[in-house]
């Protein structure tokens, strides 16, 4: 079983849809959880970064973390053609100086006008 | 616009080639990384920097051979390369050297090799 399992799509919604991308994961140990967006020949841009269980929102997204299950998603609302993307979730355990960030495979995001 | 600026965009090199990857970044940040990302996969380590000391190297094959000069730069000195290290390179930096931080990504230097 992998560390980091999501779900690489591609996944295609129409406009002002929500959007739920998720992952799982099965080491216990990871306590920081990001989200990072990659437009087609660019590099991967921080989107949110959470810290434990619990929710944060910025704007049209949310961040979701559910240490019991696992399992962390993304929600994008009102979705827009410029969402569309790769979104990749990363992970590490409690801040120790292994400098590792674990990433899922990411999901393709297209979303049509 | 990326605060990770990757120098250049794009380079094409043949196997027996030397060239180099540049990254800079002014956020001040003290641990910076070199990633590898092939097509549809996610990146790779290969390199860590931190205070300007190499924290760790993940078995990577001595035809890269990365340089911190200063808290700012990051180089990666490349040499004698195979066609499968065609990626996309990816400099990343964060505050400190620590696992719970974020890492902010350049926009990378796609290497295709002949």
């Known amino acids: 079983q992998k560390e980091v399992e999501q779900d690489p799509g591609p996944l295609s919604v129409p406009e002002g849809a929500i959007v739920s991308l998720n992952c799982t994961y099965s080491?216990?140990?990871?306590?920081?959880f990001m989200w990072y967006r990659q437009y087609s020949r660019k590099g991967p841009e921080l989107l949110m970064y959470t810290y434990s269980s619990g929710n944060k929102e910025d704007g049209r997204f949310t961040a979701q973390v559910d240490k019991s299950s696992k399992y962390i998603s993304l929600f994008i609302r009102d979705s827009q053609p410029s969402d569309s993307a790769t979104y990749l979730c990363?992970?590490?355990?409690?801040?120790?100086?292994?400098?590792?960030?674990?990433f899922g495979k990411g999901t393709l995001l297209t979303v049509n006008p | 616009d990326t605060e990770v600026t990757q120098t250049p965009k794009h380079l094409v090199m043949g196997m027996t080639n030397k060239k180099s990857l540049k990254c800079e970044q002014h956020m001040g940040h003290r641990a910076m990384y070199w990633y590898k990302q092939k097509a549809k996969k996610p990146p790779e380590l290969m390199f860590v920097?931190?205070?300007?000391?190499?924290?760790i190297n993940e078995s990577v094959p001595s035809r890269f051979s990365p340089e911190c000069p200063n808290s700012s730069l990051l180089n990666l000195h490349l040499h004698a390369l195979q066609p499968e290290d065609s990626a996309l390179y990816l400099c990343?930096?964060?505050?400190?050297?620590?696992?719970?931080?974020?890492?902010?990504f350049g926009d990378g230097t796609r290497l295709s090799i002949l």
């Open positions: 080491n216990s140990a990871f306590q920081y």
């Open positions: 990363a992970m590490s355990d409690s801040g120790g100086s292994n400098y590792k960030l674990t």
């Open positions: 920097y931190s205070y300007e000391k190499l924290s």
């Open positions: 990343a930096s964060s505050q400190q050297g620590f696992s719970n931080q974020p890492q902010h």
